[in-house]
């Protein structure tokens, strides 16, 4: 976990890698917000997953609530996304981002 903190300290002190982030991040819900109205899905529960992760996304650009520290929430996202470890409920038994888009 170390390691990690070395990271979102280092885009605390980067604005510009940090938006460089959250660019790649507004690209990812996009390319999901495409699936979503491209494919006819008949699986509620992977619906809602496409729209969290959409809806989310947006929220962390646009809610006051994570303007106060946009690197915390942004790492959480990011975390969550790429260690599959939820910082509230734990560790994923598997990579729920993948195992959702091979759902498809």
């Given at each position: 976990?170390?390691?990690?903190?070395?990271v979102?300290?280092?885009?605390?002190?980067?604005?510009?890698?940090?938006?460089?982030?959250?660019?790649?991040?507004?690209?990812?819900?996009?390319e999901?917000?495409?699936?979503?109205?491209?494919?006819?899905?008949?699986?509620?529960?992977?619906?809602?997953?496409?729209?969290?992760?959409?809806?989310?996304?947006?929220?962390?650009?646009?809610?006051?609530?994570?303007?106060?520290?946009?690197?915390?929430?942004?790492?959480?996202?990011?975390?969550?996304?790429?260690?599959?470890?939820?910082?509230?409920?734990?560790?994923?038994?598997?990579?729920?981002v993948?195992?959702?888009?091979?759902r498809?």
């Open positions: 976990m170390g390691k990690w903190y070395d979102l300290n280092g885009l605390q002190d980067q604005p510009d890698e940090l938006q460089d982030v959250l660019v790649e991040l507004d690209l990812l819900a996009g999901f917000a495409f699936v979503l109205n491209s494919l006819e899905i008949d699986d509620d529960q992977l619906i809602r997953f496409f729209r969290e992760f959409s809806a989310y996304q947006y929220r962390l650009r646009n809610a006051r609530v994570y303007a106060y520290d946009p690197v915390k929430y942004i790492g959480q996202h990011l975390y969550h996304i790429l260690a599959c470890h939820d910082m509230i409920s734990g560790p994923e038994d598997t990579d729920f993948l195992d959702n888009i091979n498809l």
